[in-house]
T-cell receptor, first 112, second 114 residues
Framework: DAGITQSPRYKITETGRQVTLMCHQT?????MFWYRQDLGHGLRLIYY???????DKGEVPDGYVVSRSKTENFPLTLESATRSQTSVYFC???????????FGPGTRLTVT | GENVEQHPSTLSVQEGDSAVIKCTYS??????FPWYKQELGKGPQLIID?????GEKKDQRIAVTLNKTAKHFSLHITETQPEDSAVYFC?????????????FGKGTHLIIQP
């Protein structure tokens, strides 16, 4: 049971480049989420999705784009990376309101 | 929006003693309160959660209490063990399971001294 996977696990990119972080879950969970984790801020919600083709903004959506054409995938794109987007990014999924949220292993992104 | 405050930021206890971490929230409509444990280099993992229709929940050495009137909830770990050393996060959400996203506290680094 693969669960929830993220790729790449580590990424270094330059300012201004586009980068896409991938998230894949094998449970067919309806809900998926992207959070970023920064020292001193805990985890903050970027975007979430209640189902395929349904997405909504979280607390810190600026500079990010998401899509969800398939239930199992929820990619996060930084269209023009900035140094302030250096962070650890976590994807999560949830089967529904009566269930817990499961987190992936994270992607450490460094923007130089 | 919701704001979750968590204290202390660092907690050091002797092995075998109890640890208590406290959180407050601002949105009276929040009704789902999970606690996550995060080990170095890994994603957060749920250890216990509580919903607003319950005041207390226990799972072996871990318990969570909720006071909706005061808008605070606490994590209690008894008989602490070395493997309890980690960062713990509280969170809150209006939707069960955090279906509309979770608002997290900033975390508590729990250190278990041998």
């Amino acid at each position: 049971d693969a669960g929830i996977t993220q790729s790449p696990r580590y990424k270094i990119t330059e300012t201004g480049r586009q980068v896409t972080l991938m998230c894949h879950q094998t449970w067919s969970h309806s809900y998926m989420f992207w959070y970023r984790q920064d020292l001193g801020h805990g985890l903050r919600l970027i975007y979430y999705s209640a189902a395929a083709d349904i997405t909504d903004k979280g607390e810190v959506p600026d500079g990010y784009v998401v899509s969800r054409s398939k239930t199992e995938n929820f990619p996060l794109t930084l269209e023009s990376a900035t140094r302030s987007q250096t962070s650890v990014y976590f994807c999560a999924s949830n089967q529904g309101i009566a269930y817990e949220q499961y987190f992936g292993p994270g992607t450490r992104l460094t923007v130089t | 929006g919701e704001n979750v405050e968590q204290h202390p930021s660092t907690l050091s206890v002797q092995e075998g003693d109890s640890a208590v971490i406290k959180c407050t929230y601002s949105d009276s409509a929040s009704n789902y309160f999970p606690w996550y444990k995060q080990e170095l280099g890994k994603g957060p993992q749920l250890i216990i959660d509580i919903r607003s229709n319950v005041g207390e929940k226990k799972d072996q050495r871990i318990a969570v209490t909720l006071n909706k009137t005061a808008k605070h909830f606490s994590l209690h770990i008894t008989e602490t063990q070395p493997e309890d050393s980690a960062v713990y996060f509280c969170a809150a959400s209006r939707a069960g399971g955090g279906a509309d996203g979770l608002t997290f506290g900033k975390g508590t680094h729990l250190i278990i001294q041998p």
